[in-house]
């Protein structure tokens, strides 16, 4: 895992103890970015199989770095958690977002936008009454917008968690389970948590055509989350074989490379007009 780390933060690989010199630099970096225009957010079409086309979008947050260009999230999201900065940069995406989704639904374009709550961010008693504040600020319904979360929140503080996704669930918003699969799982939450989807994380996906136990786990997830009335999402769908392999195991929405790549909203919306949206 330090290996993996030190490949991950490749600009920021030394000396990253929290309170380091380069640790307390990277953050004043980040903080400054909130503020200004250096962080971006893409988008990454989710096909729905059942409609036959776009339903929604997956925010991902990129930083345009003066000096050492585009970063991708894994560079600095886990830094961010373990500051106080991932609330005040996830509150930032989520205005974004939110603010493009208002624009697309305005064009009649009927596009969900989903947004990545790490546990430090949902498990913020404010965080309802933040989004209850968007929501009247932009006019998009809450039902066009999605929060993806992880089991990590509900290993931190599951009674928090699941009082704070009540309340969003009752908002209308809905809620995903991200990279189901790879936590330390507890199905016994699982029948708990107001989610509507389960995202199958892409490390199952991505082999699936190679692996048998990687297409056992991907058909047992979909047929889990199927009896518990959910709608199951495969991410890392890299080629036809595995969308057509995934459509044939009655997998509901389909997001990966093989469609597309996280977007800028120009490039998105271009995207959306040759794919027949
Ligand atoms: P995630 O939520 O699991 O997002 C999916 C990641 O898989 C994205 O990486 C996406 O670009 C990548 N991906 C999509 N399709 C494929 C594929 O076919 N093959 C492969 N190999 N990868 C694919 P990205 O954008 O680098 O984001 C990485 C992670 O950073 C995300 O994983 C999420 O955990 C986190 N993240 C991104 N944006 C935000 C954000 O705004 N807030 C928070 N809290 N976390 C974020
Ligand atoms: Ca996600
Ligand atoms: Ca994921
Ligand atoms: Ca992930």
Known sequence: NAKQNTKRFAVYNKEMEKGSPRHIT????????????????YY???????????????????????????LSPDEFIPMAER?????????????????????????????????????????????????VG?????????????????EGSMIKDPDLALKILNRLA????????????????????LKKLPAK????????VIDMLESESDAVIVKSIIDLGHNLSMKVVAEGVENKETAMKLKALGCDILQGFYFSKALDHEALIHWLGKNGD
């Open 134 to 150: 968007m929501l009247s600020l932009y006019e998009i319904p809450a039902r066009y917008i999605a929060l993806e979360v992880t």
């Open 26 to 41: 990277m953050m004043g970096e980040l903080r400054h970015a909130i503020d200004t225009s250096e962080l971006m957010v």
């Open 44 to 70: 990454q079409p989710k096909v729905n199989l059942g409609q036959a086309r776009v339903s929604s979008v997956e925010a991902l947050v990129r930083w345009q770095h003066p000096e050492h260009g585009f």
């Open 83 to 131: 500051t106080g900065l991932i609330r005040p940069l996830t509150i930032w995406v989520l205005n974004t977002a939110l603010k493009q989704g208002e624009q697309w639904y305005k064009k009649g374009l009927k596009i969900g936008v989903a947004v990545n709550l790490s546990p430090a961010a949902l498990l913020d008693t404010e965080l309802p009454n933040v989004i």
């Open 197 to 204: 989807e389960l995202k199958i994380d892409k490390s199952f």
């Open 170 to 189: 009752e908002l209308g918003i809905k809620i995903s389970i991200d990279d189901f699969g790879t936590g330390y799982s507890s199905l016994a939450y």
